[in-house]
């Protein structure tokens, strides 16, 4: 199962909204409709879309690695900090919680090595003053 930035791209848009229209999706993609039809019916025919509101095949999903991470912003900083996090699309859930952190992050990467910087980006964002990760090893529940 091979898939291309623009393929985690789309699926990204899916997660947001599965029920976005083609046009809409080959728009924020910068892709004709047609392509993006095609791209959506080669990710079910494999596989990695298994149903809707976008629920991933654990083949992909064993390929990708996950972590938890939490962030501290600094004051006043918390809606750039969501909104630049927003933007990264490897960023899957973002919850704001209550405790010794402000949010925490639900990431997930190809490897490790993406991983890695993934996590040194989201410390470099403007605001965030301090970060602490996990990686998920496995799901024992999921509901």
Same mark, same amino acid.
């Given at each position: 199962?091979t898939?291309?930035?623009?393929?985690?791209q789309?699926?990204a848009l899916?997660?947001?909204? +599965? !029920?976005?229209?083609?046009?809409?999706? &080959?728009?924020r993609?910068?892709l004709?409709?047609?392509? %993006?039809?095609?791209r959506?019916?080669r990710?079910?025919r494999?596989?990695?879309?298994?149903?809707?509101g976008v629920?991933?095949?654990?083949?992909?999903?064993?390929?990708?690695?996950k972590?938890?991470?939490l962030?501290?912003?600094?004051?006043k900083a918390? +809606? !750039?900090?969501?909104a630049e996090l927003? &933007?990264?699309?490897?960023?899957?859930?973002?919850h704001? %919680?209550?405790?010794?952190f402000?949010l925490i992050?639900?990431?997930?990467a190809?490897?490790i090595?993406?991983?890695?910087?993934?996590i040194?980006?989201?410390?470099?964002?403007?605001?965030?003053e301090?970060t602490l990760?996990?990686?998920?090893?496995?799901?024992?529940?999921?509901?």
């Open positions: 199962m898939t291309t930035d623009k393929d985690r789309l699926l899916l997660g947001e909204n +599965a !029920r976005a229209s083609t046009s809409d999706l &080959a728009r993609l910068g004709s409709r047609t392509t %993006v039809q095609a959506i019916e990710l079910e494999e596989g990695v879309i298994t149903g809707y629920r991933l095949s654990e083949e992909f999903e064993r390929n990708i690695v972590a938890h991470v962030i501290t912003a600094g004051p918390l +809606a !750039r900090v969501t927003a &933007a990264i699309p490897e960023v899957r859930t973002l704001s %919680v209550s405790g010794s402000d992050a639900i990431v997930a190809q490897s090595a993406e991983l890695d910087h993934l040194d980006r989201i410390g470099e964002l403007e605001g965030v301090r990760s996990s990686i998920i090893l496995s799901t024992r529940i999921n509901r």
